[in-house]
């Protein structure tokens, strides 16, 4: 079965950097487009990046454009997102997602940004 | 970008009632729609794709219908597990962004 498992998730300060991982496994990686999407404390769901099948084309939510970086190796069946320079209200659940017909959650990485 | 529109925000009802939550799109979506549950501290549960079909090992008593911009997501007789914050999803497999519904809150009358 479909599973994809988030980690790299912590407390970082203000400013620093982070890269989150979601290992896809039970279905074929690299013929999916992936998502990243997170979840703020007690708020609702928002888009973050999407990365085609290939890795050719990357698309951002405008809030993170600039300072995030979706990609990923299909050879080791992994997304990753890097983020720079982090901020107060990047603080959230970060899931991944596979695109399709039918899309597959993981169970998401605890961001914090804190001093 | 596509905006879904879900109503209500907050729904009270008991074990058993018929609950209906409604999303709404800003431009036609075609079926590109999915339906989640989710629960404190834990991550949403796929329960409808595609709008109208039912996602493996969920109960029958959860059925999506709808197309274009209007969709509704019935749960037929509400069960104490049921209590949760639903949220639609306007998703498509290679164009972004993926837009959701702000949730409904279904809570215990």
């Known amino acids: 079965q479909v599973q994809l498992v988030e980690s790299g998730g912590g407390v970082v300060q203000p400013g620093r950097s982070l890269r989150l991982s979601c290992a896809a496994s039970?279905?074929?990686?690299?013929?999916?487009?992936m998502h990243w999407v997170r979840q703020a404390p007690g708020k609702g769901l928002e888009w973050v990046a999407l990365?085609?099948?290939?890795?050719?084309?990357?698309y951002y939510a405008d809030s993170v454009r600039g300072r995030f970086t979706i990609s990923r190796d299909s050879s080791r069946n992994t997304l990753y997102l890097q983020i720079n320079s982090l901020r107060a209200e990047d603080t959230a659940v970060y899931y991944c997602?596979?695109?399709?017909?039918?899309?597959?959650w993981g169970q998401g990485t605890l961001v914090t940004v804190s001093s | 970008d596509i905006h879904m529109t879900q109503s209500p925000s907050t729904l009270s009802a008991s074990v058993g009632d018929r609950v209906t939550i409604t999303c709404r799109a800003s431009?036609?979506?075609?079926?590109?729609l999915a339906w989640y549950q989710q629960k404190p501290g834990e991550a949403p549960k796929l329960l409808i794709y595609?709008?109208?079909s039912l996602e493996s090992g969920v109960p029958s008593r959860f059925s999506g219908s709808g197309s274009g911009t209007e969709f509704t997501l019935t749960i037929s007789s509400l069960q104490p597990g049921d209590f949760a914050t639903y949220y639609c999803?306007?998703?498509?497999?290679?164009?972004?962004?993926?837009?959701f519904g702000q949730g409904t809150k279904v809570e215990i009358k």
């Open positions: 595609q709008a109208s």
């Open positions: 997602a596979s695109a399709g017909y039918s899309p597959k």
């Open positions: 039970g279905f074929t990686f690299s013929s999916y487009a």
């Open positions: 999803h306007h998703y498509s497999t290679y164009v972004p962004p993926w837009t």
């Open positions: 431009q036609s979506i075609s079926s590109w």
């Open positions: 990365i085609s099948y290939d890795g050719s084309n990357k």
